[in-house]
């Protein structure tokens, strides 16, 4: 079964800058599409980035679109998200996900594995 695991969170000032990263257990990882999802306090899970198991198609929510980058290194079995000019408004904890579907999609019904998040604060 596949694991996977986030780091890179932590606390960093508005218009800050995290980079996050998604190790997955073993070297399967280019049979997956990722996916990066978000809860914020009070609010409902929502998908933020994703990218195919190519690595060649990616797709963003609107809120992030021209702040964060999603890219996929198959040969490290990592995944990473770097997040540029953050708001405070993303402040959650951000799960990656892995879909055998291999396409990036937002629907979290379409992932079959998640990972344990990792928190994200954003000081104004």
């Known amino acids: 079964q596949l694991q996977l695991v986030e780091s890179g969170g932590g606390l960093v000032q508005s218009g800050g800058s995290l980079r996050l990263s998604c190790a997955a257990s073993d070297s399967t990882l280019d049979y997956y599409a990722i996916g990066w999802f978000r809860r914020a306090p009070g609010k409902e899970r929502e998908g933020v980035s994703c990218?195919?198991?190519?690595?060649?198609?990616?797709n963003y929510a609107d809120s992030v679109k021209g702040r964060f980058t999603i890219s996929k290194d198959n040969g490290k079995n990592t995944v990473y998200r770097q997040m540029n000019s953050l708001k405070p408004e993303d402040t959650a904890i951000y799960y990656c996900?892995?879909?055998?579907?291999?396409?990036?999609?937002?629907?979290?019904?379409?992932?079959?594995?998640w990972g344990q998040g990792t928190q994200v604060a954003v000081s104004s």
């Open positions: 996900a892995a879909s055998s579907l291999g396409r990036p999609l937002f629907d979290s019904h379409d992932y079959d594995y």
């Open positions: 990218i195919s198991s190519s690595g060649s198609i990616t």
